[in-house]
């Protein structure tokens, strides 16, 4: 099946500094990518939509300007993390429907897990 | 909108035991169904999908059968193994994103 992989798959930062998070699609192309929240004991919570060359979709309650999210390519989308504080600190997990296959299975990065001290 | 609803709580039962996980949804049109299991520290994994009425989706061991007239995809096995634990979400496709579930966490004692 498709690949997508994340990186890193853990990090600790320093509060009030950036991280960024990549997820790139190894063997297909992907103009949508999704990026999720999950907190311990619970289930995903859907952050953005990426979309390749045009500016993200975000859900209600996500402050854009803390997660920025670019998608330059058909294969990679990122999400920086800026000036980050302790209650950032959770999993973040990416997705991507293969290009032409919205509605589709969806595949999933690895996950990164990302402790602010 | 698209929504999927599980059942409330944790799984935990015996090495070799039935396991069923129900999952309802509500949507228009007529969605794909997947469900995912998460292993920890881990992302999701495809577990099986159905994309149509009465297609049952099978992998290891695992079933699920999208029935439209009770809009339910419940996930069963036959005999669970420890290895099995892990957290199972029932999801939907559709409007160009997954719906999930709230996930199960299935805990199988040897």
């Known amino acids: 099946g498709a690949v997508v992989s994340q990186h890193p798959s853990w990090v600790i930062c320093k509060s009030g500094t950036s991280v960024k998070i990549e997820c790139r699609s190894l063997?297909?192309?992907?103009?949508?990518m999704f990026w999720y929240r999950q907190f311990p004991k619970q289930s995903l919570m859907l952050m953005a939509t990426s979309n390749e060359g045009s500016k993200a979709t975000y859900e209600q309650g996500v402050e854009k300007d803390k997660f920025l999210i670019n998608h330059a390519s058909l294969t990679l989308s990122t999400l920086t993390v800026t000036s980050a504080h302790p209650e950032d600190s959770s999993f973040y997990i990416c997705?991507?429907?293969?290009?032409?296959?919205?509605?589709?299975?969806?595949?999933f990065g690895q996950g990164t897990r990302l402790t602010v001290v | 909108g698209n929504s999927v609803t599980q059942m409330e709580g944790p799984v935990t039962l015996s090495e070799e035991a039935f396991l069923t996980i129900n999952c309802t949804y509500t949507?228009?049109?007529?969605?794909?169904l997947f469900w995912y299991v998460q292993y920890p520290g881990e992302g999701l994994q495809l577990l099986l999908k159905?994309?149509?009425?009465?297609d049952k989706g099978s992998n290891k061991g695992f079933e699920a059968t999208y029935r439209k007239e009770t809009t339910s995809f419940h996930l069963e096995k036959g005999s669970v193994q420890v290895s099995d634990s892990a957290v199972y979400f029932c999801a939907l496709a559709g409007n160009n994103r997954l719906a999930f579930g709230k996930g199960n966490q299935v805990v199988v004692i040897p």
């Open positions: 949507a228009t049109g007529y969605p794909s």
């Open positions: 063997d297909f192309q992907a103009t949508t």
């Open positions: 159905a994309t149509k009425a009465d």
């Open positions: 997705s991507a429907f293969p290009f032409g296959q919205l509605n589709t299975e969806a595949f």
